[in-house]
């Protein structure tokens, strides 16, 4: 597996965790890539002995370059998964069309609703607030060539309080999904447990063990 991130980090760390916990029984985090110098979550990689790469988003002068560079990279650490955990650049096809349902995405709200170009990290956060709808959530899904479309795998609802503040709402956000479902879809996927019919997600159920 490896895990793109751009900032904070609480999204890989909490895939380390449920690696840790043995959670992810067939998978294994081998590389993070940074598109940012000095992203915390690069610290979260090194503490726990995962190798690290950095790719500045700011030294390509547009999404193409920058997008074959991340794929060249992808191949040299020969990812079988790859994790968009908090990594705000979008990708160019070349790198969605060479990982077809093997890239994985967490957005913190529930696409269709306040997903696409220019939604990210707490800008989201803050349109539900500007919208006013009382529920929100978060989306782990499959990255295809268009942004936050791709198939859906998993879906949680949080609640939206009145008094929230934008980064209030993305704590509670993570708390109550992103750091349950980016796991349990990791996992789903390394268990070979996501079926895909006319370009949609299914979750095959756990058969019992006898
Ligand atoms: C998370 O809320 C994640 O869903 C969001 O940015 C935050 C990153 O936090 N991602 C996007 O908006 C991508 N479109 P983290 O670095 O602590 O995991």
Known sequence: IVVLVSGGGTNLQALIDAEKRGDIKYG????VISSKEGAYALKRA???????RVLPRKSFADSLSYSKAVLTALNEEMADLVV?????????????????????NVHP?????FCGVG????????AVLDYGVKITGATVHFVNEKADAGAIILQGTVSVEADDTPEILQ???????????LPEAVSLFCEDRIEIRDGKAYVIEKQEEI
């Open 28 to 31: 294994k985090i081998t590389c």
């Open 171 to 181: 704590k509670r956000v993570m708390e109550q999904a992103e750091w349950n479902l």
């Open 46 to 52: 090194e503490q726990n002995g995962i190798k690290t």
């Open 119 to 126: 939604y990210y990290g707490l800008k989201v956060h803050e």
């Open 109 to 113: 709200a529930l696409i269709p609703a």
């Open 84 to 104: 968009l955990a908090g990594f705000m650049t979008i990708l160019d096809e070349i790198v969605t069309k060479a990982y077809p349902y093997r890239i994985i």
